[in-house]
């Protein structure tokens, strides 16, 4: 309700005008001026006063502000009134108000130099009504005030390289499974509930196979791609939300642009995973007597490098491997019935991205990792893996020597249950044996899958010592 005042002339007098609202945590208070405060004197300075009724009114007052300010004389104490006995100051400065034009100013706060206020000529009924009592221009306030965006400047190179537990790399990982093409032209693809399957299946066989790794998410994901109009198993009228109800678990469904172009959806499927506890950096010192490495190196199924088998001694000295503690910790990974996974090589990930129309796994050969390996030996330049673990305590007890950065820590949390796409179910307990059909021990008690290939080519080596596994 505005403020009811009896009596009063309808005479001109000088206001407040807020410009910029204050920056601090109490930015709303009584005691700062507020749009539609009656100016009752000006001091500028130490000497100039100007009190009401100010002389040809807004345009005397910048003129007067324009004068100091030439002076170098910006310091400007403000007094206002509010109905007729109410009164506050201001201590402020004077500073060109660019946006008014030339020669106008304002004054900036001395306390917050984000609060600005101007001058504008109104009549004294008019400011009563714009102040109306105390409660109604709080709740004013509160109905204008807008929050502000902004940007903050951040050392980005700098925290991936200090924070990170492995530098410019992050620890999470995920595998793209793309709808199966059921032909060979890739006229047709399977719907969404399929490749959900396929996405659920392969984290199933890859913990069945003793890959330490749990579920964390599942999302949809969709590849833009031109296509003919006949090859969407459905379309999407840009006119008709009803025909949206059409693609909701289509694998691939188009619409047309603006420009006539038949513009295809692929509704692919993003797998979240990751180790069970974590991703451990095991480093491997060496020397000139080092004729190897001391493990061999394989791949399962489900497109994983995992170390097949170990060695204790290189002629008549230990192995590489055996120095740094690997050798305990792949026998650890036995008893546990896992798999000790290799996930990084320098820092570079070798885990499977992707899985293609056609059901292939996108991931890394053993032959051209093997010979990578090879080279660092001959050159004895170190080497520093990473491999996932099952538990934290194996890597103590095995006595690894690591890397000074700690291993990732990534609880496995299953998704919410309000999430429409998490088809796959979380299983952080799972604990399987190994699938006998696909591996069997070699001479050093170790297990290895027999199957090396991915797609429609292999990439075992059959003539080395132990047939299947790439020694290095």
């Known amino acids: 309700m505005p403020m009811e005042k009896p009596g009063v002339e309808n005479v001109n007098v000088l206001a407040i005008e807020c410009l910029k609202g204050s920056s601090k945590a109490d930015e709303w208070n009584w005691e700062m001026l507020q749009t539609g405060d009656i100016v009752e004197e000006l001091r500028i300075g130490s000497s100039a006063c100007a009190r009401s009724p100010f002389k040809s009114g807004r345009s005397g007052v910048q003129k007067l502000l324009h004068t100091a300010f030439k002076r170098n004389e910006s310091s400007i104490t403000v007094r206002v009134r509010r109905g007729r006995d109410e009164f506050v100051e201001l201590q402020a400065c004077i500073v060109p108000n660019d946006a008014a034009g030339r020669k106008q100013y304002m004054l900036r706060s001395i306390d917050d130099p984000n609060y600005a206020v101007g001058f504008v000529d109104r009549t004294e009924s008019e400011c009563f009504e714009l102040q109306g009592t105390r409660s109604t221009r709080v709740v004013t306030a509160l109905c204008t005030a807008q929050l502000k965006d902004g940007y903050v400047s951040y050392a980005w190179e700098k925290m991936m390289r200090d924070y990170l537990p492995i530098p410019n790399s992050s620890c999470f990982l995920s595998l793209l499974v793309l709808p199966s093409a059921p032909d060979r032209v890739a006229a047709h693809y399977n719907d969404l509930d399929d490749t959900l399957a396929r996405a659920n299946a392969w984290l199933v066989a890859a913990q069945a196979s003793g ?17 003919s109009g006949e090859r969407a198993s459905s379309t999407v009228n840009a006119g008709s939300l009803s025909e949206l109800s059409n693609v909701a678990n289509a694998g691939l469904y188009g619409f047309e642009d603006y420009h006539g172009v038949d513009i295809g959806v ?27 490495l001391g493990f061999a190196i394989s791949r399962t199924e489900e497109g994983f490098i995992y170390i097949s088998s170990v060695m204790d001694v290189d002629g008549d000295h230990q192995s590489a491997s055996q120095r740094a503690g690997l050798n305990s910790l792949y026998r650890a990974a036995s008893e546990a019935s896992k798999l000790l996974v290799v ?49 934290r305590n194996c890597a103590r007890s095995a006595g ?73």
């Not at 991931?363 to 990792?369: A, G, I, M, Q, R």
């Not at 021990?441 to 596994?469: K, P, V, Y």
Request: proline share 11%; aromatic share 6%.
């Open 211 to 227: 890959v330490p790794i749990v579920f964390m998410n599942v999302q949809t994901e969709p590849l833009l791609t031109k296509i």
């Open 266 to 292: 692929v509704r692919s499927v993003r797998l979240w995973y990751a180790p069970v506890a974590g991703e451990l950096p095991v480093e491997l010192e060496l020397k000139d007597a080092d004729g190897r």
């Open 343 to 391: 996930s990084r090589v320098a820092n570079e990930k070798v885990l499977p991205w992707m899985v293609s129309s056609s059901g292939a796994i996108r991931c890394y050969d053993t032959v051209s990792l093997s010979q990578k390996l090879s080279l660092h030996r001959h050159a004895l330049k170190p080497i520093l893996i990473h491999v996932f673990l099952w538990d």
């Open 400 to 472: 690894v020597s690591h890397a000074k950065r700690p291993p990732p820590s990534v609880p496995p949390s299953p998704p919410p249950a309000s999430s429409p796409t998490a088809a796959v179910t979380p299983q952080p307990a799972f604990t399987p044996e190994l699938r006998p059909s696909s591996t069997h021990s070699d001479e050093h008690g170790g297990m290895r899958i027999s199957r090396d290939t991915a797609g429609e080519f292999s990439f075992r080596l059959e003539d080395l010592s132990l047939a299947g596994n790439n020694w290095v």
